[in-house]
């Protein structure tokens, strides 16, 4: 395979020490922001996914109408919403240059994301599955530092755009941290270090988060930067909660409109367990949408759910404003910043 993604990326010093003006930003696609201009932040949503493999086999993920994805977007902005991270990572339907058009058009603040997805995303040979553990670091760092690609759903990306991602996203299979997979988590680990952003992992129900940890500890990322994803689809165990927040990264409670797992009387327990063991701040919410579950696509539900139901059952439930500008504002801003 031709070699053409290095992996010794010179690092912008932005956010660093001696750079007052931008020592806290994130990334969004239209640029570096400053923390304080975040407000609202549900960091785990879908945008916008172009056709690949996938969608002929998940119709639920067939999120391929722009004017429609925009409308939704509005629907969450006016709601209260003001910034989202869109979870699709590159070549598995994320579109760099839509992405943007949506943020302007709608006034959402959008933050995308490099790295790689579930299996079901790609096809069996497709290069994301031989690509060298160097290589993929560098293409991982280059999206973070230079800008993102367009493609690569078939082939290897070639028309790099100026819009740059701000997360890296990885994931476990039901295998943990082994074979490929642990490949590709070093991978978005090193990127992750490299190019001075935070990671989030999918997971199965929590399944194998310890040894992610644990592994990502070693290559450098510390658990600030340390988003794990769905643990929530299981709430009657909360020991598993509790021993991922432990080590002290966020827990990213992102099922909240998927019914089949729980209702929102068990996520509510769920959480105030988890603000009474002292986590309250590593705590992040989110709706992780298929396309049955967005108003502007026919669903019944809607990006803006955890604003206009969601927030005030937790009201109900005893937590304070303060409590939820903690979870809504105050741990994505510091979950997501540049370093």
Same mark, same amino acid.
């Given at each position: 395979?031709?070699?053409?993604?290095? &992996?010794?990326?010179?690092?912008?010093?932005?956010?660093?020490?001696?750079?007052?003006?931008?020592?806290?930003?994130?990334?969004?696609?239209?640029?570096?922001?400053?923390?304080?201009?975040?407000?609202?932040?549900?960091?785990?949503?879908?945008?916008?996914?172009?056709?690949?493999?996938?969608?002929?086999?998940?119709?639920?993920?067939?999120?391929?109408?722009?004017?429609?994805?925009?409308?939704?977007?509005?629907?969450?902005?006016? $709601?209260?919403?003001?910034?989202?991270?869109? $979870?699709?990572?590159?070549?598995?339907?994320?579109? $760099?240059?839509?992405?943007?058009?949506?943020?302007?058009?709608?006034?959402?603040?959008?933050?995308?994301?490099?790295?790689?997805?579930?299996?079901?995303?790609?096809?069996?040979?497709?290069?994301?599955?031989?690509?060298?553990?160097?290589?993929?670091?560098?293409?991982?760092?280059?999206?973070?530092?230079?800008?993102?690609?367009?493609?690569?759903?078939?082939?290897?990306?070639?028309?790099?755009?100026?819009?740059?991602?701000?997360?890296?996203?990885?994931?476990?299979?039901?295998?943990?941290?082994?074979?490929?997979?642990?490949?590709?988590?070093?991978?978005?680990?090193?990127? $992750?270090?490299?190019? @001075?952003?935070?990671?989030?992992?999918?997971?199965?129900?929590?399944?194998?988060?310890? %040894?992610?940890?644990?592994?990502?500890?070693?290559?450098?990322?510390? &658990?600030?930067?340390?988003?794990?994803?769905?643990? %929530?689809?299981?709430?009657?165990?909360?020991?598993?909660?509790?021993?991922?927040?432990?080590? @002290?990264?966020?827990?990213?409670?992102?099922?909240?409109?998927?019914?089949?797992?729980?209702?929102?009387? &068990?996520?509510?327990?769920?959480?105030?367990?988890?603000?009474?063991?002292?986590?309250?701040?590593?705590?992040?919410?989110?709706?992780?949408?298929?396309?049955?579950?967005?108003?502007?696509?026919?669903?019944?539900?809607?990006?803006?759910?955890?604003?206009?139901?969601?927030?005030?059952?937790?009201?109900?439930?005893?937590?304070?404003?303060?409590?939820?500008?903690?979870?809504?504002?105050?741990?994505?801003?510091?979950?997501?910043?540049?370093?």
């Amino acid at each position: 395979m031709k070699k053409f993604f290095k &992996s010794g990326i010179s690092i912008s010093n932005k956010g660093q020490e001696g750079d007052e003006s931008l020592a806290e930003y994130f990334t969004s696609v239209t640029g570096d922001v400053e923390i304080s201009e975040m407000g609202v932040c549900q960091p785990h949503e879908h945008v916008y996914i172009v056709e690949t493999p996938a969608l002929t086999t998940n119709p639920l993920i067939r999120i391929c109408n722009l004017e429609a994805s925009i409308r939704e977007l509005c629907l969450y902005q006016k $709601a209260g919403g003001k910034t989202l991270v869109d $979870a699709n990572p590159l070549a598995t339907g994320r579109d $760099a240059l839509a992405l943007r058009t949506a943020s302007r058009m709608s006034g959402v603040q959008i933050i995308a994301t490099t790295g790689y997805h579930i299996p079901s995303f790609y096809q069996s040979n497709h290069w994301i599955w031989t690509m060298g553990e160097e290589e993929l670091t560098g293409l991982f760092t280059s999206e973070l530092t230079e800008g993102m690609y367009q493609g690569g759903h078939y082939e290897l990306p070639e028309h790099r755009t100026d819009i740059r991602a701000g997360l890296v996203k990885a994931m476990l299979t039901e295998e943990g941290v082994a074979g490929r997979t642990e490949v590709l988590l070093r991978a978005a680990g090193r990127a $992750a270090v490299a190019g @001075g952003a935070s990671l989030m992992l999918h997971t199965e129900y929590g399944k194998g988060a310890l %040894d992610a940890i644990r592994l990502l500890h070693e290559i450098g990322l510390p &658990s600030e930067r340390i988003l794990i994803c769905h643990v %929530d689809r299981q709430v009657e165990d909360y020991g598993i909660h509790e021993a991922i927040a432990d080590t @002290g990264v966020y827990l990213e409670y992102d099922t909240l409109t998927l019914f089949e797992f729980h209702n929102n009387i &068990s996520e509510v327990k769920l959480m105030r367990h988890m603000v009474e063991r002292g986590h309250l701040r590593q705590l992040l919410i989110s709706t992780d949408p298929t396309v049955d579950r967005l108003k502007s696509y026919g669903g019944n539900v809607g990006m803006d759910y955890i604003l206009t139901h969601f927030i005030p059952l937790l009201l109900e439930s005893g937590f304070t404003e303060d409590m939820i500008r903690m979870i809504n504002q105050e741990n994505p801003a510091r979950a997501l910043q540049r370093v």
